[in-house]
């Protein structure tokens, strides 16, 4: 544990934005993997919604430093793919 008074302040801050960090980043799996599984589905409206969400969510945590914005971006395409072949689909 540190003595001095900022370096304390420090790990205290440290602790605030890790769990803070780690709500927002299950959230967004959480968002994504409701996304794919509407996806996998035949609702095209649920689908639609869920994708919204998801990539509204990818965008945030992009800003946030969370997650990388090619990774996001890649997710996001894979995403809109099963999409649009459902659409065609339906």
């Known amino acids: 544990m540190p003595n001095i008074k900022s ?3 420090r790990v205290n801050t440290n602790e605030k934005r890790r769990a ?9 799996r959480t968002a994504v993997k409701i996304a794919d599984t509407a996806l996998a589905g035949t609702e095209v409206e649920t689908a639609q919604a869920a ?5 509204k969510k990818l965008d945030k945590a992009v800003s946030k ?21 459902l659409s065609a689909q339906a």
């Open 7 to 9: 370096a304390i302040k």
């Open 20 to 28: 803070l960090n780690v709500s927002q980043k299950s959230a967004l």
């Open 51 to 55: 994708f919204l969400a998801a990539s």
């Open 65 to 85: 430093g969370l997650v990388h914005k090619n990774a996001a971006a890649r997710k996001k395409s894979r995403l809109a793919k099963k999409l649009n072949a």
